[in-house]
């Protein structure tokens, strides 16, 4: 059994290690309330843009809708990866990571990468195609610096660099789930026109022109509410693994003190029996 001096450090350090989590902890919950007010509030806007863009489209036909709807044959594909730029986080990076090779080991294309969130760079900087990385971004994160980034991609899939473009994030669903999703994101899909739709709309402009200002925002939209679900789901995820961590420091440090007092107990008994054996040799003398 280790020495009294011995476990008390361990006490010390563990207990140093319980106000580091359970602080963590408290600043995620914190920063998860926001997080989670932001993606809420785009989700409901997010949904009604792609009810608006499916309802006009029913007017027009899809071939001369936009470059963003046609269906061309797919040889280059890329991947926008949406992670974190920091760790303790329990496995929120590394199901992304995860999910994005299985995506990788089943397709026969081209692939590239596009890295948002440093630990989605780390990940795929030495043995993929990094087409850019985009860490940065969750610097006073905002739609427009994340509108731009998807301005560009939008522009080398009109200029055929890519053929489909997915994105890989972390759906928040509540503060201890989320949920690994993988969306496309380029060629938007629009259902094909039913007979019971009802179309009987005038427009101002054209339905084309409504079109081709509603799908490129539709597109930056879809990206920018990737991103939040994965922000809010990242605060989730570290206070869940803070939790536990916490607790589990918790148990070892009670199963530290135990071991502590049954060797000081030991020690006392010990030296008891010293003091006394030293009495009963004096008195055989």
Do not use: C, W
């Not at 792609?50 to 890329?78: C, G, H, P, Q």
């Not at 006073?140 to 080398?156: G, I, N, P, Y």
């Not at 679900?229 to 990242?234: F, G, H």
């Amino acid at each position: 059994m280790a020495n009294l001096k011995e476990i008390r450090g361990r006490i010390t350090s563990i207990s140093s290690t319980m106000q580091i989590t359970s602080a963590m902890k408290m600043v995620a919950a914190a920063k998860l309330k926001k997080a989670q007010d932001a993606i809420v509030m785009l989700r409901p806007y997010s949904e009604k843009l792609t009810e608006l863009i499916e309802n006009v489209s029913a007017n027009t036909d899809l071939e001369e809708i936009s470059t963003y709807t046609l269906e061309r044959e797919t040889k280059r594909v890329l991947y926008i990866v949406v992670t974190s730029n920091r760790g303790l986080a329990g496995a929120f990076n590394s199901s992304v990571v995860k999910e994005l090779n299985h995506q990788l080991a089943n397709s026969s294309y081209e692939n590239e990468i596009l890295a948002v969130g440093k630990k989605a760079y780390d990940a795929v900087r030495k043995n993929r195609t990094v087409y850019d990385n985009q860490s940065a971004v969750f610097d006073h994160l905002s739609f427009d610096k994340v509108a731009t980034f998807t301005e560009h991609v939008m522009k080398d899939y009109r200029e055929g660099k890519f053929d489909k473009v997915y994105v890989i994030y972390n759906k928040f669903i509540n503060a201890a789930t989320q949920q690994v999703i993988t969306e496309q994101v380029l060629p938007i899909s629009i259902p094909e026109k039913r007979e019971d739709t009802n179309t009987d709309y005038i427009f101002e402009p054209s339905s084309k022109e409504i079109l081709e200002n509603l799908i490129p925002k539709s597109i930056k939209t879809q990206v920018y509410k990737a991103v939040l679900d994965s922000v809010a789901s990242e605060h989730g995820a570290r206070m869940t693994a803070m939790h536990k961590a916490t607790d589990n420091a918790q148990a070892l440090k009670n199963e530290l003190v135990i071991n502590y007092n049954k060797a000081r107990q030991a020690a006392i008994t010990g030296e008891i029996l010293e003091i006394v054996s030293g009495a009963e040799a004096l008195k055989g003398s």
